[in-house]
């Protein structure tokens, strides 16, 4: 099993090259049970980074503690050569961090479109301000035509497939514009098909 952390931005935005993340000696103990230890990795803007592992080998943990779901016993992360080991997961994610869990994460009962709208809608343009209806609009069908699912934005999200439910859920991710994202199992339930076409995007 894997998971992969990818910087690669999303086509609407050019890839800042001073991007990166770092992550030094993160260690994580519950009880008497070491789950993560000294684990050390780099990406920077452009690369995609893949951790191997069978279950239970700590990835989903480590992950937790980059993204500030879970606190870190050791170590410290850096995005941009700022320490952000102490700040909440909302702090990290304005600086760029991403993450996509294996589990679904979609409102089953919305529609692709609206599902993609939910996330646009709460972000903010260079001024601090929400974004504009026509901003939203074109972020939006771009997203649809990135993932190739343009012709589903008004199917409702359970009735969707394991493929076509990771692509939505890949473009909520992207519609937060993020330089990091955090890509737990992400073929977890989806179609050998639909894997490579995955496999591409990201």
Do not use: C, W
């Not at 890949?170 to 995955?198: M, N, Y």
């Amino acid at each position: 099993m894997s998971t992969v952390l990818a910087a690669a931005p999303p086509a609407n935005r050019p890839a800042d090259t001073r991007s990166r993340l770092e992550v030094m000696g993160l260690q994580k103990r519950y009880g008497s049970r070491q789950v993560v230890t000294d684990v050390h990795l780099a990406v920077g803007a452009g690369e995609v980074v893949g951790l191997l592992g069978p279950n239970g080998a700590g990835k989903t943990t480590t992950f937790y503690m980059v993204v500030g779901l879970v606190r870190a016993d050791a170590g410290e992360i850096h995005i941009d050569g700022q320490a952000v080991q102490h700040q909440p997961i909302h702090q990290r994610a304005r600086l760029g961090l991403s993450y996509l869990p294996q589990e679904a994460s979609i409102f089953r009962k919305l529609s692709v479109e609206e599902n993609i709208r939910a996330v646009l809608e709460l972000q903010l343009d260079a001024r601090g301000k929400p974004l504009s209806a026509a901003a939203i609009q074109q972020q939006l069908d771009g997203l649809l035509a990135d993932l190739s699912i343009d012709k589903l934005r008004d199917s409702p999200a359970l009735a969707l497939s394991g493929g076509e439910r990771r692509r939505v859920e890949i473009a909520r991710a992207l519609a937060t514009q993020p330089r990091f994202i955090l890509l737990d199992e992400p073929f977890a339930g989806v179609d050998p098909i639909a894997v490579i076409e995955i496999q591409r995007i990201i």
